[in-house]
Nanobody, 124 residues
Framework: VQLQASGGGLVQAGGSLRLSCAASERTFSNLAVGWFRQAPGKEREFVAAISWNGGLTYYVDSVKGRFTISRDNAKNTVNLQMNSLKPEDTAVYYC??????????????????WGKGTLVTVSS
């Protein structure tokens, strides 16, 4: 399965962006999907995840109440709606997919599929 993240860009603090993760195969609908980000000079960190049917979601504390993850399995996409963006949200955002549901503890070195990142820059 190939994943493609899109929707990044430059936005002012307080603004919104909607990231999308599109998959190349229908089997995507059987996979849990996570969003991660890597800020300049920092390690990659988990941001949010959604189970295969959307019934379970998980967020890192720093984005709770501001970000919403959702999926449309008919379109093979998972979205990350990001509101009230802050400069500290600036990072390259990656989507990942796996057969298992890990909640917030995704074993990044064993995840089945990774997409290329999309850059989000939040100006102050």
């Amino acid at each position: 399965v190939q994943l493609q993240a899109s929707g990044g860009g430059l936005v002012q603090a307080g603004g919104s962006l909607r990231l999308s993760c599109a998959a190349s195969e229908r089997t995507f609908s059987n996979l849990a999907v996570g969003w991660f980000r890597q800020a300049p000079g920092k390690e990659r960190e988990f941001v949010a995840a959604i189970s295969w049917n959307g019934g379970l979601t998980y967020y890192v504390d720093s984005v709770k109440g501001r970000f919403t993850i959702s999926r449309d399995n008919a379109k093979n996409t998972v979205n990350l709606q990001m509101n009230s963006l802050k400069p500290e949200d600036t990072a390259v955002y990656y989507c990942a997919a796996d057969r298992y549901w890990y909640g917030s503890r995704w074993p990044e070195d064993r995840v089945d599929y990774w997409g290329k990142g999309t850059l989000v820059t939040v100006s102050s």
